[in-house]
């Protein structure tokens, strides 16, 4: 099936989307699957840095997010989730420039999520959202495969991207997609 992204609708997750949210994540590897409960906080207490991308009334995209507590000028982006159906049309880049475009975004200067070195389409999809921002993005090891998972998660990168200017003049990518 292919998707077109004039029948997508764009929203503020609900807490009626967590058990989707949680089908979604699952079907989506290597992302790793959250309690129930933690997929509905996403969906409520941050839902104003979280998507939910809606075809055919059915959840085909989600990110979640949310300004790091301590640095209120960076919003974390947790989890990128694409169902199979929808990949390789923009989607994942397009529920970015939703979150960025909304006022709880407004003042933010940087982005960060980590990524495993495998994952390939993750970094693909942050380097090229660095680049239409028309900035660099750093990476550091956040989460040690054993100083923190003990030997049984891959290391995760983090990806920092910025400094941003939200306000500027974007860059048109290749699809002549704006950001
Ligand atoms: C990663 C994922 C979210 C990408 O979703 P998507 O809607 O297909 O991504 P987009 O179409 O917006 O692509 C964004 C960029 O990444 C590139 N990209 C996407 N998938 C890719 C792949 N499988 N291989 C290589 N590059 C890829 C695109 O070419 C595009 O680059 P461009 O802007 O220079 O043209 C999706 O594949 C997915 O859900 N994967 C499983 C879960 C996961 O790994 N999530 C990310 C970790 S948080």
């Not at 207490?45 to 809606?54: D, K, L, Y």
Request: proline share 4%.
């Amino acid at each position: 099936m292919s998707i077109s992204q004039k029948q997508m609708e764009f929203r503020r997750p609900l807490a009626t989307d967590g058990v989707d949210v949680s089908s979604l994540i699952k079907a989506c590897p290597p992302l790793d699957t959250n309690s129930m409960y933690c997929n509905l906080l996403q969906c409520t207490h941050f839902s104003s840095t979280s998507i939910a991308a809606i075809h055919n009334h059915n959840i085909v995209g989600f990110i979640s997010g949310y300004i790091i507590p301590d640095r209120p000028d960076t919003l974390f982006i947790w989890q990128v989730a694409v169902d199979e159906s929808a990949r390789g049309h923009g989607l994942a880049s397009r529920m970015i420039k939703e979150i960025l475009s909304r006022p709880s975004c407004s003042k933010l200067s940087y982005i960060e999520t980590t990524i495993t070195k495998s994952n390939i389409a993750s970094w693909n999809l942050f380097e090229s959202l660095a680049n239409k921002l028309n900035t660099k993005i750093k990476k550091s090891t956040m989460f040690d495969r054993d100083r923190h998972f003990s030997g049984n998660h891959d290391t995760e990168l983090l990806a920092r991207i910025g400094p941003i200017s939200l306000t500027q003049t974007p860059k048109t990518n290749r699809n002549n997609e704006e950001l």
